[in-house]
């Protein structure tokens, strides 16, 4: 028994490292970020300043040189003496510059020590003009998302088409994902609340800080863990109170039964508690570019006013998570059954009950994978992603169905339109 107990403290005493590492690391991104959206303009500015400086001591001295030497060869005066005097001029009209590089090169290790690891804190004349500075400063942090952001994007063309009524849902987008394209939408961009596929941020985000290793640890379901979702009345995954769960297992009971208790166990495993997580989770929506039309306020889908994205968001979220080995995994798998426990001695059979359903519709190819999602304020609404007969992929977001069964028939119609291998050749 006291082996036990001292193998489950090395492992509570391993994730703390691990939280408290995470928690260090993330120090040390933002104040990287402070450094560069505050000092980096400033100091690029010295620089400039600095290179006009130079070349108007270059412009200002060099013809008047050329002028005295021309003179020298026409007077035939170029004595070994004016020669000496020459080069002592060039000389002193050299060192000026080469203070100034010294000077540049002064300024550039004093801004590399300002860095993470650094010692020296800015002086008050850099910190003033820094603050000058700010709003460019602040464009140049925002840039570091770009390259992901340009990654997971689609674009409406003028061959994208309008959906209307031939489906129930009030709100949709299909995407190709592969060109970049939105093939069709009804309402994609409009503000909505996503829901319980809120949770494809939430594998994602902890997918992403969580190395392979650590899937087989685990997490006690504490109280503050389980309660959230009775309150909130969720769906949930069916772990119990005080079960010891891994971690793996949570990332299945948060997709497959769409489980509140499994989002918000990855939720503490990964910071702690879930307010800490769902600022990572807004990080990410930064990162992706689609900050300025969506925030989350828990990482379950629990309706509020604050937690909104649009269709077109949450499909570029979907992108992003196949991206992923771990979350393309979960969110493919149909079925799965959790690891054997004292509370349940044959584990919890999990079930993905939209690719189940979807499986009787008849259109071309095959949905891989999905995420459902309901509240009152946005119906039965479901993320999926999957291919036509020819390999090509599509993305697929409908919001405001009035069942679930709704909502898949409009999944599998507009699969069914816009996958074809007809519909494809026309692009």
């Known amino acids: 028994m006291s082996e036990e107990f001292q193998n489950e403290e090395e492992k509570r005493q391993r994730h703390r490292r691990r939280i408290e590492e995470m928690q260090r690391s993330k120090r040390r991104q933002m104040f990287f970020r402070r450094c560069v959206s505050r000092y980096f303009p400033a100091a690029g500015c010295l ?4 290179g006009l400086v130079f070349g108007t001591i270059k412009t200002y001295h060099g013809p008047a040189q050329g002028k005295d030497d021309s003179q020298r060869q026409e007077d035939g005066e170029d004595t070994d003496a004016q020669k000496g005097g020459a080069d002592e001029s060039a000389g002193k009209q050299d060192a000026p510059q080469d203070g100034e590089g010294d000077a540049q090169e002064g300024q550039t290790k004093d801004q590399e020590s300002e860095y993470p690891g650094g010692e020296k804190e800015p002086s008050r004349d850099q910190a003033g003009s820094a603050e000058l500075t700010d709003q460019a400063g602040d464009n140049i942090a925002d840039n570091i998302g770009d390259q992901t952001a340009a990654k997971y994007s689609a674009q409406r063309t003028a061959a994208t088409k309008q959906v209307g009524d031939e489906i129930f849902s009030e709100f949709a987008i299909f995407i190709d994902p592969e060109r970049k394209t939105v093939l069709a939408e009804k309402g994609g961009f409009t503000v909505i609340n996503p829901a319980s596929m809120t949770k494809i941020l939430t594998v994602l985000v902890a997918a992403e800080q969580i190395q392979e290793e650590d899937l087989e640890d685990t997490i006690t379901m504490a109280p503050e863990i389980t309660d959230y979702g009775y309150i909130h009345k969720c769906s949930a995954a069916g772990f119990a109170k005080g079960e010891i769960v891994t ?25 702690g508690d879930q307010d800490s997580f769902v600022e990572l989770m807004n990080e990410k929506l930064k990162e992706l570019g689609l900050s300025d039309t969506a925030h989350f306020t828990n990482c379950v889908g629990v309706y509020d006013e604050d937690h909104y994205c649009t269709a077109y968001d949450m499909a570029m979220i979907l992108e992003a998570a196949l991206d992923n080995a771990l979350c393309r995994e979960v969110l493919s798998t149909r079925m799965f ?19 189940r359903r979807i499986e009787d519709e008849e259109y071309e190819g095959e949905v891989k994978g999905g995420k459902t999602g309901y509240v009152v304020q946005s119906g039965s609404c479901a993320a999926s992603f999957g291919e036509n007969s020819a390999g090509e992929s599509f993305i697929c977001v409908t919001v405001n169905a009035g069942s679930p069964f709704q909502c898949v028939d409009d999944h599998a119609l507009l699969y069914r339109e816009y996958t074809s291998a007809t519909a494809t050749a026309s692009r």
């Open 247 to 271: 971690v793996r297992d949570l990332f299945y009971g948060t997709i497959l039964p769409s489980g509140a208790d499994a989002a918000v166990g990855l939720a503490v495993y990964v910071s």
């Open 47 to 50: 620089i400039i300043l600095s």
């Open 337 to 355: 059954t959790t690891t054997k426990t004292q509370e349940h001695p044959e584990g919890l059979e999990l079930s993905n009950w939209f690719l």
